[in-house]
């Protein structure tokens, strides 16, 4: 058969597959494509039907309800935030997705040391407002019955489960206790739950032991989940806290993950190249562990993290009740000051309460504080440092940014091609709050302009494949992350030389430019710059690919 005739015959059988003459539901044209697996850009159009990518290629002429010109701009697949905190935000106003969604993020990972569930009688209370449930599927059925403008994914918090079955005691679970808790991590698996996760530098969370973890990631493991940390140490003993990852993910089967890898504290900034390396060393042995970072050097925590976790064994009501007395506080001071054998970030901001940065106030607090430094609150209070910590601690909760990294170990990191993007923020409706990490609005837009454009840390394609396909494996999301035909249609549209993180330290609610659209299975959800009211995000839950 000539070639002519068999290039003919292929297109009539094609066509006869429905491939040609079916209108489309959009086409992107005119773009430059960057398909998040790290290949050289290319240019076509893409034709997207019932929220799936169908056509790629030059598709000129062809039928679709409507074409988007994005004239030699880049298309992108969706950006996956490895670490977006909380989906409760968008279950009470969805306007807070807003924040995610133009920095091309089109889908959250949720869930650290605490989650949503599993509840109980005794927990219920963190519950949103205004909704109640107990476990990850009545959480989910609340979020699909409201309809959400992105997709979200959930870990089942080790810390959460601890919670519901031990309390916020210094305690090691009984075998009927920790059966208890194995139990309540199948449960969240089997609802959709993609793995278990831990903060283990915030109480209860830092009182679990290494075999307590391995056991409940064992679980996690029998429903093809992962293990994902926000490790023990993350300064002086971060390789030990990294080992006990590694052991964790290797003891019980599964792939682990490391969330927001740093080395704080200035005396620990050249550990973040042992990290990397130690890491590294696992792979190569066939260990499957993976990293993300968000791109500044101020982290955020809570401002009773300064105080060692020891002291909140009891539960941190009954400690909180002893910052009356002068007395603990010199003691406390005493030991803040003189003592680095736990993860103290008074000695990681250089013992200088300038470095702290208050981002936000608990119920009832002085919003002034906001935006301030401990040193600056100090003054406005016209009282000293040491006891506006204190009066802080004891009235928050308060959320603060130290300064305790450097810029060579985020270029460092971004080099490593096993690390993945974050914000380490929750949705945030930049109407109604009033202060935040400028992480929350900038941290994947600040990449692309920081660290690809300005500096040329590394290329976009590299860039967009940490942001999109690398996440996407680890979570098992293998319809999405990459742009090819038949994956999910969550696309990023941007100006590679336009692309701009507008949010800072002193104005940090503020949206990025140069990404006018984002798509999310299919559906416009920022229009040339504007936020539609369309609900097409999903809840993907492990091995499920959402209906259309």
């Known amino acids: 058969m000539p070639h002519s005739t068999h290039r003919f015959t292929l297109f009539l059988l094609l066509c006869a597959g429905t491939l040609c003459g079916q209108t489309f539901d959009l086409i992107v044209a005119g773009g430059r494509i960057v398909d998040g697996q790290g290949n050289p850009w290319y240019r ?3 034709g997207i039907r019932r929220g799936r990518v169908t056509e790629i290629g030059q598709l000129a002429g062809r039928a679709s309800k409507r074409t988007i010109d994005v004239h030699d701009q880049i298309v992108s697949p969706g950006f996956i935030d490895m670490m977006g905190t909380t989906s409760v935000p968008i279950l009470l106003d969805r306007n807070s997705a807003e924040s995610k969604l133009r920095q091309g993020i089109t889908t959250l990972m949720a869930g650290e040391g605490d989650s949503v569930a599993p509840q109980s009688d005794t927990t219920a209370d963190q519950a949103a407002a205004g909704y109640h449930w107990r476990t990850f599927a009545e959480y989910f059925r609340l979020l699909e019955k409201k309809g959400i403008p992105m997709n979200v994914v959930h870990n089942v918090g080790a810390a959460q489960v601890r919670r519901v079955v031990i309390g916020e005691k210094n305690l090691a679970p009984t075998p009927e206790q920790l059966k208890r808790m194995e139990d309540l991590v199948a449960q969240a698996m089997q609802d959709g739950a993609v793995g278990l996760s831990t903060a283990l530098i915030y109480p209860p969370g830092t009182y679990a032991q290494t075999e307590e973890l391995v056991a409940l990631a064992k679980v996690a493991g029998q429903y093809g989940g992962t293990y994902v940390s926000h490790m023990r140490n993350e300064s002086n003993q971060v390789l030990d806290a990294i080992r006990e990852t590694i052991h964790i993910g290797e003891a019980a089967g599964i792939p ?6 740093k080395a704080a504290g200035e005396e620990n900034w050249p550990l973040m190249q042992d990290a990397i390396a130690l890491i590294q060393s696992a792979r190569d042995r066939g260990v499957d562990i993976t990293a993300d970072i968000y791109p500044y050097i101020r982290n955020g925590i809570g401002l009773r993290s300064f105080i060692h976790p020891r002291h909140y064994a009891s539960g941190s009501g009954p400690f909180l009740a002893t ?3 002068p007395a603990v506080r010199a003691e406390l001071r005493k030991e803040i000051e003189n003592t680095s054998d736990w993860e103290n970030w008074y000695r990681h901001v250089g013992q200088n309460w300038d470095n702290v940065l208050v981002v936000e106030v608990g119920p009832g607090m002085d919003k002034r504080f906001e935006g301030k430094s401990i040193r600056e609150i100090a003054t406005m209070r016209g009282m000293d440092e040491w006891t506006t910590f204190f009066d802080l601690v004891q009235a928050g909760p308060v959320t603060v ?8 170990q985020k270029r460092l990191a971004l080099r490593t091609p096993w690390i993945s993007l974050c914000t380490d923020a929750p949705p945030t409706d930049i109407h109604k709050a009033t202060y935040a990490h400028p992480r929350a609005f900038g941290s994947f837009p600040r990449v692309l302009a920081k660290y690809v454009r300005e500096e040329k840390v590394l290329t976009v394609e590299a860039a967009v494949r940490q942001m999109s396909s690398l996440p996407a494996n680890f979570l098992k999301l293998y319809d999405r992350g990459r742009i090819a035909i038949g994956m999910a249609a969550d696309l990023v549209v941007f100006d590679p030389e336009k692309v701009q993180d507008t949010a800072t330290f002193s104005k940090p609610l503020s949206f990025p430019v140069g990404m006018p659209y984002i ?3 299919g559906q416009v959800a920022i229009d040339n710059g ?6 097409a995000g999903a809840v993907l839950r492990l091995n499920q690919i959402p209906k259309q």
């Open 519 to 521: 798509i999310v299975n």
């Open 530 to 535: 504007r936020f539609t009211a369309e609900n």
């Open 256 to 261: 682990a993950h490391i969330f927001h890898l």
């Open 44 to 46: 076509a159009d893409i």
């Open 401 to 408: 940014n130290p300064k305790s990294m450097n810029e060579d």
């Open 323 to 325: 910052l009356r007395n």
